[in-house]
Structures are given as C-alpha cells and as structure tokens.
C-alpha cells in the first residue's frame, strides 16, 4: 500500500489517506478487515512468545560463543538476535520462507499441474508450521479429535464451506450487494483458515501421508482467499470506472488540465484518469496485503533485542576497548561509526554487527514487501539506524498548498523537494555491487530497480509484485515529468526507462523465468493473472479447459470457487460467454450431486439453462429413494422456481428407460411374482409425480408406460403395484384439473388416451387375479376323495360312509364356489377380450405425439389376447362348458372386435386345436359339434 504514498509527499498519514479517496475505499477495505485471530493480542501470550524468544536467542549466543570460528574474538558485547532460521552461505537471509511460499523442490518433467500445486502447498504448509511458533497451543478436543481421525481430515473439516458459501448467496441477493458477498466469501475462507491451522498445528506431529492432504488444503484455501480479495478490489474499481465514464458522458464534461502542478498533484491526477496505473497499483496492495498477512503470522520470529538503541553496538564496544587499535591478527575493524565508514574505509564490523546487519537488511525488506514502511523505520531508529529510516523517506512527493490560493494561512510544505536527486542516488545503490543483495532490493523497490528486486523475489507473487511496482514508478515518473517541471540535472539512467511496463508482457517474463515457471502454472495463479488482465473471457475459457480436460483430478475447492466466480461475473459483466459458464456450473452441480450435498443441488441448477436444469436435477433425483427426502427436494426446486413438472417427468422417463425402454418379447414366459430391485426403483419412481396433483395426467401416462412393460414380461405383481401407486381419485382429478385450465370438461386426445389405457390395465390386472384365483381353486382347494377300508369291520365302514357323505358335501360345496369363480373369471377375462368402444389397448382419439406408445399398445395386444383366449378356454374346457369354449371362436371371428387379426398363424392353428378337443367333448355330451342338443 505504500507505493502508492511513494508518489504522493505527505509526511501525515491522514492526509495521505485522504487524497486517495479515489482507491474506492481499498486501503480501508484492507485496514478495517477482521485481524486474524493468528496474531493474537493476548497479552500473556504476547508475554511468554518474548520470554521464549529471549531464550532462544540466549541459546544461539551460549552456540556462537562456544563456537570454535568464534573463540578467536575478543571482548565485546557478543548479541545474538533470533532469526527465523538456521544461516547458511548457500541460503543466506533468505526470505521466501517468511512471506512466500518456497519454490526449492524438485519437479520432475511429467508431472502434472495437480502434483505441482500440491508440492507448492506441502512446502507453504511445511514453512507455515515451522514458524508458527506459539501462535496455535489451543488444543483440538471432541469433534476435531474425530477429524483426525478420519481419511482426509482436511476435506472433512472443509465440507461446511460448501454450505456456508450458498448462504452467503442467500443473504445478499440483490446486485447491488455483490461486493459485500465477495467480502463474506472472504470472511469464510478466514475463517476456515483459523480452523484449520488449528488442526494442522494438532496433526504436525504426525507423518501419516493423510495429513499431507490437509496441509495442501489449508495451502488453497489461503490462496482462495487472497484470490476473492484481488477480484474484489479489482471489479469494485472497474464498476467504478463505468459508472464515473457514464456520468461524465451525460454531464459532458471534460477534465481541465492545468501546467501548474506540484509532483502529488499530476500523480493524483494520473491515477483518477489512468484505470491501467490505478489497477496496477491496486494490485500492489494486494499482493502487500497477503504478504502481510503472512507476515503476522511470523510474530517475533524477527525482532531484534538489544540493551540500547546504538547500531553496531559490539564493533563500538571494540573501538572503545581498544582506541582504534587492532591487535595481533585481528582482522581491522572500521574505526569510525558513520554510515559510510565500511565502504569508505574498505574495512569490516565486528561479525556479529555484520550478522545482525544482515538481518535488520532482510526484516527491512520483508517490511517493505508488506507494505509496512512505517514498521521499517521504526525498526531503523530501535536499531540506532536513523539514517537509514531517513533514506525510506524520499520518496515523497513535493506539494506546496500555499500555491492553490490564499486561505489565511500558511500551511507545511510536504514532500521531498529533492527527490530526483533521492531517487538517482538509490538507483545507484541499487546498481552497486558492494551492497547486500537485502539492500540493493530495499532501494531498488524505493527507486523502480526491477533487476536490484529479483534475486529476492523466490515466488510468482514476489515477481508480480517488483514488475507492478516498477510499471506503477515508470508511469507516475513520467507523468511528473510530463506535468511538472523536474531538475534533469541528476536524472535517472535510460536503463530505468527501458523496463517493462505492460502488464502482458509483464506475466510473458515472468512465465519465462526458471525459478516461477511452473509456480505460475498454478490455478490460482493463473485465475490471478486473467483477473489482473481484465480479460474474462479468456479466464472462463481456461476455468472451461480445466473442466472439460481434468475434471475428475481438480481439486474439489477450486471447483467450488470457479463456481462462485462466474455466478459473480454474470452478475457483474453485461456479456459472457454463457456456454463456458455453464460448463464450470454443470462441473459443480455434478459434485455436489456425488458429495450427496442435497440441500444445495436445486439453487445452482436453478443458475443453469431451463433444459440443462431439468436434465442435472432429474439425474439429481433419481438418487433419492426416502419419501421424505424426496418432497423435500421438490420442495427446495419450488423455492428457486425450477420446472417441477417436467423434471419429474424426466426422472421417471430415465428410470423407465435405463433398461431399454421398450417392450420385451413375453411369447412363453410364465408368470413372475418376483420384484427385483430394478423394478422397485421403477416402481418408486412414480412417487415423483404423485405428490403434486397438477401432474396427476403426467403420472397416469408414465405409470402407464412403466405398467406396459411389466405385462409384456408377465410381471403382474410389479404392474399391480404400479397400478396401486395411483389413488383411486386420479380420474377425477384429471378432468378437475382440466376443467380449471380450460373450463370445458373434454379432454385432451393424450389425457382421454391415457386414462383409457389406465382403465384397460386395471381391466387385464383384474383379470389375471381372478384367474390365479380360480387356478387356486381348481388345483389346490379340491377335496380328496378318502379310500375304502380292505377287510374293513363293521365300524370301518361306518366311518368311511361318513367321510364319504361329508366328502360329497365339501365337493358340492367346492363345485359351487368353482362354478362361481369360473363365472367370476370368465367375466373378468371377456372385459379385456370385448373391452368397450374398440376394443383393449386401442385409442379413441387419434394422438401423434408418441409414435412409440401406439407401437407398445399394439405389440401388447398381439402378446396379451392370444394369452387370454387360451386361459379362458382351458378355465371352460376343465370345468366341461365345452358349448361356452367353442364360443370363444365366435368372439375372435367377429368384425366386431377383430381379435383374429392379433393371432399369429401359429397361436390360430393351436387355438384350433383347443377348439376340437372341445367339439369331441360335445359330441362325448350326445350334443352336436357347436356344442347345440341334437332334437
């Protein structure tokens, strides 16, 4: 944030804030943010994070002194300040650990961009636990112990998110609140990311590869996070934008230009008109702001302890000790103090001051990566660095408000009316070789050096923040010396003038660099980029390619966030590309339907097209088997207004049809009492369409359908319970229903056609039940007759004349009750044979909107009456109504009905043949062949 104060003098904080009113408020976005409860403000805590620390360092100092290249100094005041880590001369007060995540691991040429964001997450979990020291002692009891426990603790303690995310949407519904819910999505990653270094502080200790996973997803929910800041700040400034374009378009007034400027003015100035400059330097707050974040969680890894504010304290104590004067083979110490006394002299600090030097230089710039240039002064002055807090001063724009016109007072100049002299003699430093690479970095950031800024820049974040930071110094350099009138007399090196300072080819160069490029392949990264770009587009075209290309491997979060992240550009952008968008939605709806998310399925369906909604939440429902579950999804699809009706069509039609669809070939099968689970979910399915009484036609025509191909197969149970699916009202409704649509009580030809059909299935389904009534009867309920007694006494035959009389009673009695049921069934099955106006399964009205269904209807007749002739003549020819079976004949010969035309030659040759066993029998009766008495 304080490139920004870079370019505009003003030694008061207020009143640098307020004249950049422009931001959109960021920097309060930013400041006013809930501190994370990382950083603790426990002053206990606070208490025994320092004791440690003192300990630590106490501990490094008894090291150093026993030491053996140290035993050699002498005297002195030996201080030895806590660093972050262990000093080496390959990794020197390397920072990358401390605000960055480390790129230093291996990959090798194959792997895959999934392996490498993990790599990137397992060393930023790794760093992030090192260092956090004290932070996190809370203890993890009852519910987070349990996580721990389970497969993938960090997918487990993340799954309210999902949740949590669709009530935010909830809670700010209106367009006009789009940016508060980008802050609420923000405010839920933070919270998450508490929580979750909460377990991985608990699961540290642990080197189960299960725990790896959770550090990867603590790694992506922080970048998440940092990404829903950076679309937030950047689109509330594009919105902006917009709107200010469109009302200067309407008031038509144009910005007057005025020679007269002081440096802050021509750069306020540039940044109210140049939304490039303006962006860039938005995103330079942001990439401070997560740096910061970072920061905080480090603590007092890197303070500095010392009794008293002097710099160099032990070379002082030496040159005290001393006067001036090294001894034997000492190595020579800089017998002044001055700033420039090692340079000047050519001669060195006592090698502790040169330590601690090295990592006041590193911390400095660790500040300045943050944007804290204020903490960084303040540490210069503890560190008797006055000078140095001074040198971070330059940068401030000159402005002398007594110019803009008398106000009866004379008000303080601010800024640094010296600045291009300032700004040479840091790109100087910059640029010179002697300097600590810490400090080279230091004043290349504060004077636009991008080559004095890149060998500390260890991660893509890093390198995006130099480039933005040089682009922003060249355009505001520019702009001065455009508007203002600058002593060129020291001016800056044509080197400065030739760095990159296009945002495009900005990312090029850092895609090109070894140490970043496969860092920048990183979904957030590159989510990062094209939101930077502004080009949206090409940011749903990549969020589709990952879809399309690797959905089953992308991590479940970043699906969940790419979601979010085009229902906010639809939102907010008045042309997308809708197709790519659906395919990132579809990919959600999808896992949510997997995860068994069912309470947050219905509201994104509802963000899809009408015909991909009806497909994803019928696909939805045909999981659900529980009652209630299922009136509580038809329930959620009311609430967003999905197409109910033809949802619940699709379900049961994709039911149906998962077999085939069709009619089975039925010739020879028997009877089949069993249910399978296939049939059961089919079945089921008709629950669908029978909770809503508007649709109780649609429910008829599927249950229909369902029923059609049972029968073919000879399920009767499965039919009947099909059948039973349906109240008995159903018929009522349907013509109640139309009556209240069209106001007359006829019909539609589909509506008529199928509740005619529903009455023919009843018709058959009765039939068959009365025939396995009567089969029942016949075969297992006839009394036996008893066995006469051999050689029986008198007593015997006694009762076996009483069993025989109470026989001929019970075979009267069942002869009746046969003659009853045979009538009953004879009846039942002439209904199907003789139905009304037609005939079975023919339509009334003429319907061609299914083709398909006339052709069932038909295959059903040609398997069903041929079946139902044969049973009746066998029901006829057993119980010896012979005269009645030759009728049967009458009946299939008629125009009236035209059953023959059903019968294949076969079925008519074998009926034949039933026919003139009946003849023969008649004839047996002295009756003639049809079965009339001979006079």
Same mark, same amino acid.
Request: aromatic share 8%; with cysteine; net charge negative.
């Given at each position: 944030?304080?490139?920004?104060?870079?370019?505009?003098?003003?030694?008061?904080?207020?009143?640098?804030?307020?004249?950049?009113?422009?931001?959109?408020?960021?920097?309060?976005?930013?400041?006013?943010?809930?501190?994370?409860?990382?950083?603790?403000?426990?002053?206990?805590?606070?208490?025994?994070?320092?004791?440690?620390?003192?300990?630590?360092?106490?501990?490094?100092?008894?090291?150093?002194?026993?030491?053996?290249?140290?035993?050699?100094?002498?005297?002195?005041?030996?201080?030895?300040?806590?660093?972050?880590?262990?000093?080496?001369?390959?990794?020197?007060?390397?920072?990358?650990?401390?605000?960055?995540?480390?790129?230093?691991?291996?990959?090798?040429?194959?792997?895959?961009?999934?392996?490498?964001?993990?790599?990137?997450?397992?060393?930023?979990?790794?760093?992030?636990?090192?260092?956090?020291?004290?932070?996190?002692?809370? @203890?993890?009891?009852?519910?987070?112990?349990?996580?721990?426990?389970?497969?993938?603790?960090?997918?487990?303690?993340?799954?309210?998110?999902?949740?949590?995310?669709?009530?935010?949407?909830?809670?700010?519904?209106?367009?006009?609140?789009?940016?508060?819910?980008?802050?609420?999505?923000?405010?839920?990653?933070? @919270?998450?990311?508490?929580?979750?270094?909460?377990?991985?502080?608990?699961?540290?200790?642990?080197?189960?590869?299960?725990?790896?996973?959770?550090?990867?997803?603590?790694?992506?929910?922080?970048?998440?996070?940092?990404?829903?800041?950076?679309?937030?700040?950047?689109?509330?400034?594009?919105?902006?934008?917009?709107?200010?374009?469109?009302?200067?378009?309407?008031?038509?007034?144009?910005?007057?230009?005025?020679?007269?400027?002081?440096?802050?003015?021509?750069?306020?100035?540039?940044?109210?008109?140049?939304?490039?400059?303006?962006?860039?330097?938005?995103?330079?707050?942001?990439?401070?702001?997560?740096?910061?974040?970072?920061?905080?969680?480090?603590?007092?890894?890197?303070?500095?302890?010392?009794?008293?504010?002097?710099?160099?304290?032990?070379?002082?104590?030496?040159?005290?000790?001393?006067?001036?004067?090294?001894?034997?083979?000492?190595?020579?110490?800089?017998? @002044?103090?001055?700033?420039?006394?090692?340079?000047?002299?050519?001669?060195?600090?006592?090698?502790?001051?040169?330590?601690?030097?090295?990592?006041?230089?590193?911390?400095?710039?660790?500040?300045?990566?943050?944007?804290?240039?204020?903490?960084?002064?303040?540490?210069?002055?503890?560190?008797?660095?006055?000078?140095?807090?001074?040198?971070?001063?330059?940068?401030?724009?000159?402005?002398?408000?007594?110019?803009?016109?008398?106000?009866?007072?004379?008000?303080?100049?601010?800024?640094?009316?010296?600045?291009?002299?300032?700004?040479?003699?840091?790109?100087?430093?910059?640029?010179?070789?002697?300097?600590?690479?810490?400090?080279?970095?230091?004043?290349?950031?504060?004077?636009?050096?991008?080559?004095?800024?890149?060998?500390?820049?260890?991660?893509?974040?890093?390198?995006?923040?130099?480039?933005?930071?040089?682009?922003?110094?060249?355009?505001?350099?520019?702009?001065?010396?455009?508007?203002?009138?600058?002593?060129?007399?020291?001016?800056?090196?044509?080197?400065?003038?030739?760095?990159?300072?296009?945002?495009?080819?900005?990312?090029?160069?850092?895609?090109?660099?070894?140490?970043?490029?496969? @860092?920048?392949?990183?979904?957030?990264?590159?989510?990062?980029?094209?939101?930077?770009?502004?080009?949206?587009?090409?940011?749903?075209?990549?969020?589709?390619?990952?879809?399309?290309?690797?959905?089953?491997?992308?991590?479940?979060?970043?699906?969940?966030?790419?979601?979010?992240?085009?229902?906010?550009?639809?939102?907010?952008?008045?042309?997308?590309?809708?197709?790519?968008?659906?395919?990132?939605?579809?990919?959600?709806?999808?896992?949510?339907?997997?995860?068994?998310?069912?309470?947050?399925?219905?509201?994104?369906?509802?963000?899809?097209?009408?015909?991909?909604?009806?497909?994803?939440?019928?696909?939805?429902?045909?999981?659900?088997?529980?009652?209630?579950?299922?009136?509580?999804?038809?329930?959620?699809?009311?609430?967003?207004?999905?197409?109910?009706?033809?949802?619940?069509?699709?379900?049961?039609?994709?039911?149906?049809?998962?077999?085939?669809?069709?009619?089975?070939?039925?010739?020879?099968?028997?009877?089949?009492?069993?249910?399978?689970?296939?049939?059961?979910?089919?079945?089921?399915?008709?629950?669908?369409?029978?909770?809503?009484?508007?649709?109780?036609?649609?429910?008829?025509?599927?249950?229909?359908?369902?029923?059609?191909?049972?029968?073919?197969?000879?399920?009767?149970?499965?039919?009947?319970?099909?059948?039973?699916?349906?109240?008995?009202?159903?018929?009522?409704?349907?013509?109640?229903?139309?009556?209240?649509?069209?106001?007359?009580?006829?019909?539609?030809?589909?509506?008529?056609?199928?509740?005619?059909?529903?009455?023919?299935?009843?018709?058959?389904?009765?039939?068959?039940?009365?025939?396995?009534?009567?089969?029942?009867?016949?075969?297992?309920?006839?009394?036996?007759?008893?066995?006469?007694?051999?050689?029986?006494?008198?007593?015997?035959?006694?009762?076996?004349?009483?069993?025989?009389?109470?026989?001929?009673?019970?075979?009267?009695?069942?002869?009746?009750?046969?003659?009853?049921?045979?009538?009953?069934?004879?009846?039942?099955?002439?209904?199907?044979?003789?139905?009304?106006?037609?005939?079975?399964?023919?339509?009334?009205?003429?319907?061609?909107?299914?083709?398909?269904?006339?052709?069932?209807?038909?295959?059903?007749?040609?398997?069903?009456?041929?079946?139902?002739?044969?049973?009746?003549?066998?029901?006829?020819?057993?119980?010896?109504?012979?005269?009645?079976?030759?009728?049967?004949?009458?009946?299939?010969?008629?125009?009236?009905?035209?059953?023959?035309?059903?019968?294949?030659?076969?079925?008519?040759?074998?009926?034949?043949?039933?026919?003139?066993?009946?003849?023969?029998?008649?004839?047996?009766?002295?009756?003639?062949?049809?079965?009339?008495?001979?006079?």
């Amino acid at each position: 944030m304080d490139q920004r104060r870079s370019f505009l003098g003003d030694t008061s904080t207020n009143a640098t804030d307020a004249s950049f009113s422009f931001n959109g408020g960021i920097r309060s976005q930013f400041d006013n943010r809930e501190v994370s409860s990382l950083r603790g403000d426990d002053k206990r805590k606070h208490s025994e994070r320092r004791s440690l620390n003192i300990q630590k360092s106490l501990q490094i100092l008894d090291d150093s002194v026993s030491s053996p290249s140290l035993r050699s100094r002498t005297g002195g005041l030996r201080r030895a300040s806590y660093a972050p880590k262990s000093l080496t001369p390959s990794s020197k007060y390397d920072t990358s650990v401390q605000f960055t995540p480390s790129r230093t691991q291996q990959f090798s040429q194959n792997e895959s961009q999934i392996g490498r964001h993990m790599a990137s997450s397992t060393m930023y979990g790794q760093s992030m636990l090192t260092n956090m020291g004290e932070e996190f002692t809370e @203890e993890i009891t009852t519910t987070n112990v349990a996580l721990l426990l389970d497969e993938d603790p960090g997918i487990s303690a993340c799954r309210g998110m999902y949740r949590d995310f669709l009530q935010c949407m909830k809670d700010r519904p209106s367009e006009t609140q789009v940016f508060d819910l980008l802050s609420d999505y923000e405010r839920v990653c933070q @919270e998450q990311v508490v929580y979750m270094y909460k377990l991985v502080n608990r699961a540290a200790s642990r080197s189960e590869p299960k725990y790896q996973k959770t550090f990867n997803m603590l790694h992506m929910l922080e970048m998440e996070k940092h990404t829903w800041q950076l679309i937030n700040v950047l689109f509330h400034d594009r919105l902006e934008k917009e709107l200010q374009d469109m009302q200067m378009a309407v008031d038509d007034i144009s910005p007057l230009t005025s020679m007269k400027q002081s440096e802050q003015q021509a750069v306020t100035k540039l940044f109210d008109k140049d939304s490039t400059i303006r962006e860039s330097q938005l995103v330079i707050d942001w990439l401070e702001k997560c740096a910061h974040d970072v920061m905080d969680n480090y603590g007092d890894n890197v303070k500095f302890f010392s009794d008293r504010a002097v710099a160099w304290e032990n070379t002082l104590h030496k040159l005290k000790k001393s006067g001036g004067v090294t001894y034997g083979n000492e190595r020579p110490l800089v017998t @002044e103090m001055d700033p420039d006394a090692p340079f000047r002299q050519k001669k060195m600090l006592d090698d502790l001051d040169q330590e601690d030097e090295g990592r006041l230089l590193q911390y400095l710039f660790i500040c300045l990566r943050a944007g804290q240039i204020e903490k960084a002064k303040e540490v210069c002055k503890s560190h008797g660095q006055a000078w140095r807090a001074a040198t971070l001063e330059g940068w401030r724009l000159y402005h002398d408000p007594n110019f803009e016109g008398p106000n009866g007072q004379i008000d303080p100049v601010v800024g640094n009316p010296y600045r291009v002299v300032w700004k040479s003699m840091c790109w100087a430093m910059a640029s010179d070789t002697k300097y600590d690479v810490y400090e080279k970095s230091l004043y290349g950031a504060l004077s636009g050096n991008l080559r004095a800024m890149l060998p500390v820049c260890k991660s893509w974040s890093d390198h995006v923040w130099a480039h933005y930071k040089v682009l922003v110094d060249i355009r505001a350099e520019t702009e001065i010396r455009t508007m203002c009138a600058v002593d060129k007399s020291l001016d800056i090196p044509q080197e400065y003038w030739d760095q990159p300072s296009d945002p495009e080819s900005i990312f090029n160069r850092i895609e090109a660099n070894e140490n970043v490029q496969r @860092e920048s392949q990183d979904f957030y990264h590159v989510i990062q980029k094209w939101v930077i770009l502004g080009d949206v587009e090409k940011l749903l075209d990549v969020m589709a390619q990952w879809i399309r290309g690797q959905e089953n491997t992308l991590p479940q979060h970043l699906i969940r966030f790419m979601a979010h992240v085009v229902l906010f550009l639809r939102s907010t952008q008045h042309r997308v590309n809708e197709d790519k968008c659906n395919v990132v939605l579809e990919a959600y709806v999808k896992y949510l339907i997997e995860e068994d998310h069912k309470e947050l399925v219905s509201f994104y369906v509802s963000k899809l097209p009408p015909a991909a909604q009806v497909h994803w939440y019928a696909l939805f429902l045909e999981g659900i088997t529980d009652v209630d579950e299922k009136q509580m999804c038809l329930q959620l699809a009311e609430e967003v207004c999905l197409d109910i009706p033809q949802i619940t069509k699709t379900v049961v039609e994709n039911i149906r049809n998962k077999s085939g669809g069709g009619l089975a070939a039925g010739e020879g099968l028997s009877l089949d009492v069993t249910v399978t689970e296939e049939d059961k979910t089919k079945i089921a399915a008709i629950d669908w369409l029978v909770f809503d009484t508007a649709q109780r036609a649609e429910a008829m025509k599927q249950a229909n359908a369902v029923m059609r191909t049972f029968i073919a197969v000879q399920k009767l149970t499965a039919a009947r319970e099909v059948f039973n699916k349906l109240p008995v009202d159903s018929i009522d409704i349907i013509y109640r229903n139309w009556h209240l649509q069209t106001g007359t009580d006829e019909l539609s030809a589909d509506d008529e056609n199928a509740i005619r059909e529903y009455l023919c299935t009843k018709a058959y389904l009765d039939a068959m039940d009365g025939f396995n009534e009567w089969f029942n009867k016949f075969h297992h309920t006839k009394p036996a007759e008893p066995s006469a007694p051999h050689a029986a006494s008198f007593t015997e035959k006694v009762a076996f004349e009483h069993r025989l009389k109470q026989y001929d009673q019970e075979l009267e009695r069942w002869q009746r009750g046969l003659l009853a049921q045979t009538e009953n069934t004879t009846k039942l099955i002439y209904n199907v044979l003789l139905f009304a106006n037609g005939g079975w399964m023919v339509d009334q009205r003429e319907d061609d909107s299914d083709s398909g269904r006339k052709q069932q209807l038909e295959s059903l007749r040609q398997l069903t009456i041929p079946r139902l002739c044969f049973l009746l003549h066998d029901i006829l020819h057993k119980t010896e109504q012979y005269g009645a079976c030759l009728q049967i004949a009458d009946h299939v010969a008629s125009e009236q009905f035209t059953l023959y035309k059903v019968f294949r030659q076969d079925e008519l040759q074998h009926l034949l043949h039933l026919l003139r066993e009946s003849s023969v029998a008649v004839l047996n009766q002295n009756k003639d062949p049809l079965g009339y008495e001979i006079e």
